[in-house]
């Protein structure tokens, strides 16, 4: 991977992790977005361009032996962007002869009743779920036809440094270091995967190094899955607080939807917080080993991160 240039479409929390990953390896680094402007390590490039448009695109990524797709549309945009974003930068992955490693979520996968695992059919019934499905769908079957070379790394809910909005984002651990009620979502008592940001942006790092992950799908290897409630209960104490929290069900959510956007576009998710959410890695860690971070050791930085930022 020497000298080799990797290049990260995306600043965004994920796009940051895959950025402080590469920043271990002796490969020069650019990332790429609407703006231009990022806050980086002088050593890291950051460019312009319009994911949108296919030229503006190909001309970021140009000298690339591995692009890293790290950047998505509003969540309130999903349907109608998401799936040109990321045909733009696959096209232009492919006209470039770069590898695509993909950070991609669960949302396809729709509600089961079993850990979920790569094996399982896209069988979401939900708007979000099925544009994962058709977007995941068309970058596997441009590597079949051999048109880009093309790895699939999914995620569930992130927290960790950099991570705002998410379910264990800036509604949580700010109001956990201040010792107040922290406003989760869902059943508390329910087995939840939450994915530690470091841990993803370190797997796709991992997956642009191994030829036999092309053309597949992998799911991040994550700390053990504990209950929502069992994982703000650790968050609390490494806080030094005692424990308060809530957890908000679909009712609130559509009550908040009417205000916030964002919480109107997760009603239609919230099956995933009212039964067992659980992730199985055993795939990724077969083949490439476990580097998942302790579940206490990743609250305790993300609780560290938070607390430099002031929130």
């Known amino acids: 991977?020497?000298?080799?240039?990797?290049?990260?479409?995306?600043?965004?929390?994920?796009?940051?992790?895959?950025?402080?990953?590469?920043?271990?390896?002796?490969?020069?680094?650019?990332?790429?977005?609407?703006?231009?402007q990022a806050a980086v390590p002088e050593s890291v490039e950051v460019v312009a361009a319009d994911g949108y448009d296919l030229q503006s695109t190909g001309k970021a990524m140009q000298g690339a032996a591995v692009v890293y797709q790290c950047a998505q549309p509003a969540y309130t945009q999903w349907?109608?962007?998401?799936?040109?974003?990321?045909?733009?930068?696959?096209?232009?992955?492919?006209?470039?002869?770069?590898?695509?490693?993909?950070?991609?979520?669960?949302?396809?996968?729709?509600?089961?009743?079993?850990?979920?695992?790569?094996?399982?059919?896209?069988?979401?019934?939900?708007?979000?779920?099925?544009?994962?499905?058709?977007?995941?769908?068309?970058?596997?079957?441009?590597?079949q036809q051999g048109l880009v070379r093309v790895a699939?790394?999914?995620?569930?809910?992130?927290?960790?440094?950099?991570?705002?909005g998410s379910v264990m984002g800036d509604r949580v651990f700010p109001a956990v270091l201040a010792g107040k009620t922290a406003a989760a979502v869902g059943n508390l008592d329910l087995p939840h995967t939450y994915t530690f940001?470091?841990?993803?942006?370190?797997?796709l790092v991992a997956l642009a190094e191994r030829e036999e992950a092309l053309g597949q799908i992998w799911h991040v290897p994550n700390a053990e899955t504990v209950t929502t409630r069992q994982f703000l209960t650790l968050a609390f104490e490494e806080a030094g607080h005692?424990?308060?929290?809530?957890?908000?069900?679909?009712?609130m959510m559509r009550l908040a939807g009417v205000f916030i956007p964002e919480a109107r576009e997760t009603v239609e998710m919230m099956y995933e917080f009212e039964q067992p959410f659980v992730v199985d890695h055993t795939k990724y860690v077969e083949a490439f080993g476990n580097h998942a971070t302790p579940l206490r050791t990743a609250i305790r930085g993300t609780l560290e991160w938070y607390r430099k930022q002031g929130k």
């Open 1 to 36: 991977m020497k000298s080799e240039l990797h290049v990260i479409f995306g600043t965004g929390s994920l796009a940051q992790a895959v950025m402080r990953e590469l920043l271990t390896h002796d490969v020069r680094i650019r990332m790429v977005n609407r703006s231009g």
């Open 79 to 143: 349907q109608a962007l998401f799936p040109k974003l990321q045909a733009s930068i696959m096209q232009a992955a492919a006209v470039n002869g770069a590898k695509l490693i993909v950070g991609d979520n669960l949302y396809m996968y729709g509600a089961v009743d079993c850990p979920m695992h790569e094996a399982l059919p896209n069988a979401a019934t939900t708007r979000k779920g099925r544009t994962r499905a058709q977007m995941a769908e068309a970058l596997l079957s441009a590597h």
């Open 152 to 164: 699939i790394a999914r995620g569930s809910d992130f927290y960790g440094p950099g991570v705002l």
């Open 197 to 203: 940001i470091d841990d993803f942006g370190k797997a």
């Open 242 to 251: 005692s424990p308060k929290m809530d957890g908000m069900g679909k009712f």
